[in-house]
């Protein structure tokens, strides 16, 4: 499967985006899906989760209330919508997809995931 994330840019603090990744190749809603960052100088780091299935989430306590992932109607997009965004949320955003047997799992690690987006740059201006 082959992902492609888009929607960053530069947001002032306190303000919103919406991060979109885009799913080609094999049918999207048979992986579990997750979003990660990476800011300068830093590990790539989780910030959420989703099951194929929709029905489970997970956030890192970093983003939990600020951001919401969820799946596309067609099941073949996954979005992150972010508010209340902060300076130090300024990062390269990268979505990733894994294949996932059971419906309600959810993944948080970099490890579990076999496929990955280019990443799409997030900067919030304080």
């Known amino acids: 499967v082959q992902l492609q994330a888009s929607g960053g840019g530069l947001v002032q603090a306190g303000g919103s985006l919406r991060l979109s990744c885009a799913a080609s190749g094999h049918t999207y809603n048979v992986y579990g899906s997750g979003w990660f960052r990476q800011a300068p100088g830093k590990e790539r780091e989780f910030v959420a989760s989703i099951s194929r299935s929709g029905s489970n989430t997970n956030y890192a306590d970093l983003v939990k209330g600020r951001f919401a992932i969820s799946r596309g109607g067609a099941e073949n997009t996954v979005y992150l919508q972010m508010n209340s965004l902060k300076p130090e949320d300024t990062a390269v955003y990268f979505c990733?997809?894994?294949?996932?047997?059971?419906?309600?799992?959810?993944?948080?690690?970099?490890?579990?995931?076999?496929?990955w987006g280019q990443g799409t740059l997030v900067t919030v201006s304080s």
């Open positions: 990733a997809a894994r294949y996932s047997f059971h419906p309600d799992s959810v993944y948080s690690n970099r490890g579990d995931y076999d496929y």
